[in-house]
């Protein structure tokens, strides 16, 4: 049984700051890739960000990119988002998703494993 759990989200100001967590338990972590979705109100579920399993390769979101960055510790089994110069539109619900292929982690249709999501809301 693989568990994901998320947290670090709440209600900030625009141009605030967060840093999102997500805990993988129940396999390997330092052999996983894992990445960061997000789904807004009445929207599909959107990639944000994935790192490799060493943490050497990363990929962001155009509508993140030099805002967000994704980064791991393989010894607490934990991946995170820092999200820097939050705007409105970046309110959504984030979820975590890990997969044994970094290219799973790019997409949501893909294979993996999810958590239950972490709430952002960005006040203008």
């Known amino acids: 049984q693989v568990t994901l759990v998320e947290s670090g989200g709440g209600l900030v100001q625009a141009g605030g700051s967060l840093r999102l967590s997500c805990v993988v338990s129940?396999?390997?972590?330092?052999?996983?890739?894992t990445g960061w979705f997000r789904q807004a109100p009445g929207k599909e579920r959107e990639f944000v960000a994935a790192?490799?399993?060493?943490?050497?390769?990363?990929h962001y979101a155009d509508s993140v990119e030099g805002r967000f960055a994704i980064s791991r510790d393989n010894a607490k089994n934990t991946v995170y988002l820092q999200m820097n110069s939050l705007k409105p539109e970046d309110t959504a619900v984030y979820y975590c998703?890990?997969?044994?292929?970094?290219?799973?982690?790019?997409?949501?249709?893909?294979?993996?494993?999810w958590g239950q999501g972490t709430q952002v809301t960005v006040s203008s």
């Open positions: 998703k890990t997969s044994s292929s970094y290219y799973m982690v790019l997409a949501v249709g893909y294979p993996g494993y």
């Open positions: 790192t490799t399993w060493r943490g050497d390769i990363t």
């Open positions: 129940g396999r390997t972590f330092s052999n996983v890739a």
